[in-house]
Nanobody, 121 residues
Framework: QVQLVEWGGGLVQAGGSLRLSCAGS????????MAWFRQAPGKEREFVAT????????FYADSVLGRFTISRDNTKNTLYLQMNSLKPEDTAVYYC??????????????WGQGTQVTVSS
């Protein structure tokens, strides 16, 4: 399956912005719906946002709606997450994931290694 690598995480103050990127290694990226997830220490991994293969449809978790924007550039095999108005509770390791072509709901079969986002108060 597609291999994914995230980058762009770092330390930012509350209210600041950060853009995460996720690159796919091969052509399968173009045909996959993609998503961002995050996981804080001691907590379950949670859904952040998803985008259709073409980039025409987007969906966000309520916790980030209005602050985060998911996008993609299929010519570059790259997924993005623009994060604005960051809050300390956004602190987590962020993962990109590719949705399986199986058609099963919530079936993500490829994951990146994660990139740390830390938001200071």
């Amino acid at each position: 399956q597609v291999q994914l690598v995230e980058w762009g995480g770092g330390l930012v103050q509350a209210g600041g912005s950060l853009r995460l990127s996720c690159a796919g290694s091969g052509r399968p990226f173009t045909y996959r719906a993609m998503a961002w997830f995050r996981q804080a220490p001691g907590k379950e991994r949670e859904f952040v946002a998803t985008i259709s293969a073409s980039g025409g449809s987007r969906f966000y978790a309520d916790s980030v709606l209005g602050r985060f924007t998911i996008s993609r550039d299929n010519t570059k095999n790259t997924l993005y997450l623009q994060m604005n108005s960051l809050k300390p509770e956004d602190t987590a390791v962020y993962y990109c994931a590719a949705k399986s072509l199986s058609g099963r709901a919530n079936d993500y079969d490829s994951w990146g290694q994660g990139t740390q986002v830390t938001v200071s108060s």
